[in-house]
């Protein structure tokens, strides 16, 4: 989008599965958890569908939050809608924005708008309501080309919450959604809110083509930057799980962050996160391993764009919550005080409009980004296969701080001696 601010590339969202992350599975009890949230530093609090969830092939004993049942009525599991105002109030009050999931894609099989619109629907070749996905049993798929109605209803349900104070919308598969409606949408929300944030969880480059191929509009993540704010990381994911299962070097996911800087506009904004509700976190690839822990979140916090830490990231949690039950995320290492480091070196300018430059080291295994503007420059070298050896540094000999441990870093012959530690460098113009 030409007018998205680059400031969204220093902020870090923190993604909330309120049935998950409290025994109580509440909107208040969430309350209750928003000045620990703010103390890390987030700027938006990211919440998974709130809505009812649909029961006719449910999956598991709750079912998934993205199987919607109405878009216009809070899921009574976590609250009421006044519980759900409150929640909002209460993280403005703690400045912090509050978005939520957006699932145009689909609905449950026993949806409201299924039962009162069925023409809204996608039928197969059978005339069986149905999905694209065969593996989304519990939902079925619109269709946008059959009626602008639809298009009128949903957009004035985003009009909706933003009325209610609502800050934007993470929109799930919107690659798979018209980009025509995400613009029409968009226009009609920025009647109430003309500063909502617009998240698209663009899929991966495989999926869209796998969609082409059977028949269907898939967006790519270029096409998907004409509407959002920011996209997910999902052109380059594949290759940092490939590199964490073995099968691929580092030096193929650091070529794909560089390649961000040119296939992108000049105002993209990537949302990086190591782990999320769909994806295994990042402390059970690496077995725990305290170090590669610290240095893959320093590495992503050196990469432009926006950071979103998924709850429980912050005990350095090896375990993702089951999306269908009642699941909490379990707490190991606390490393709540070195992401606050960390967030609170992301929000600097240089981090949204410095020169940034992604190395390649000759040695796999490492990491080395920098950020440069006319007052300073970061550098950042992260060690995520905790290898031995030594990197070559654009830095002139002599010793520098660690930003992120204190310690002392010496560059000699225009290198650095590989050790565990992170390494942040800060270098004043």
């Keep these: 989008m030409n007018k998205t601010p680059i400031k969204l590339r ?19 009890s969430l309350i209750k958890d928003l000045d620990r949230i703010k103390d890390l530093g987030v700027d938006i609090l990211y919440l998974l569908p709130i809505h009812p ?32 105002i409150n929640l909002i109030n209460e993280s403005h009050e703690r400045n912090m924005k509050l978005i939520i999931d957006v699932v145009y894609n689909h609905t449950s099989r026993d949806s409201h708008l299924l039962k009162t619109h069925p023409e809204w629907f996608y039928k197969d ?15 079925t798929d619109f269709d946008f080309t059959k009626d602008k109605n639809l298009w009128i209803e949903l957009a004035d349900t985003l009009k909706y919450y933003a009325s209610l104070g609502v800050d ?61 704010d920011m996209a997910y990381d999902y052109d380059a ?14 030096k193929d996911y650091l070529e794909a962050i560089a390649r961000q800087e040119e296939i992108y506009p000049g105002n993209y904004v990537k949302m990086k996160n190591l782990e999320n509700h769909d994806f ?53 290492t606390d490393i709540t005080e070195y992401l606050k480091k960390l967030i609170k ?25 920098s950020f440069d503007n006319e007052q300073e420059a970061w550098h950042g070298i992260f060690n995520v296969g905790q290898v031995d050896g030594s990197i070559k540094v654009k830095l002139e000999d002599g010793f520098y701080r660690n930003q992120l441990t204190g310690k002392m870093v010496k560059v000699q012959n225009g290198s650095i001696d590989l050790s565990r530690d992170p390494i942040a460098i800060r270098i004043m113009k």
């Design 10 to 28: 220093n902020t870090t969202i923190y993604q909330v599965f309120v049935r998950n992350h409290t025994s109580e599975g509440t909107f208040n």
């Design 125 to 139: 070749k059978n005339g069986q309501f149905n999905n694209r996905v065969g593996e989304w049993w519990d939902i």
């Design 237 to 250: 994911q594949p290759y940092y799980e490939g590199y964490l299962k073995g099968q691929r070097p580092l």
């Design 280 to 332: 295994d976190r990042v402390a059970s690839y690496v077995k725990n391993d305290y170090f590669k822990i610290l240095n893959w979140f320093g590495f992503s916090f050196f990469q432009k764009g926006a950071f979103m830490l998924y709850a429980g990231g912050e005990y350095s949690s090896d375990h993702r919550p089951d999306l269908f039950e009642k699941d909490l995320f379990r707490r190991s």
């Design 345 to 369: 070196i992301k929000k600097r300018n240089v981090f949204s409009s410095g020169i940034y430059t992604v190395n390649i080291p000759e040695i796999d295994g490492v990491a080395y980004n």
């Design 168 to 228: 934007g919308f993470r929109c799930d598969v919107a690659s798979l959604v018209p980009i025509d409606f995400w613009k029409y949408a968009r226009k009609e929300v920025s009647k109430i809110n003309r500063k909502a944030i617009w998240i698209s969880e663009s899929v991966h480059g495989g999926f869209v083509k796998y969609i082409r191929d059977l028949g269907f509009d898939a967006w790519s993540e270029s096409e998907i930057y004409q509407v959002f």
């Design 53 to 84: 969830i649909g029961e006719k092939n449910r999956k598991g004993l709750l079912g998934s939050p993205y199987s919607i049942k109405n878009y216009r009525e809070i899921n009574p599991e976590l609250g009421t809608i006044d519980d759900f």
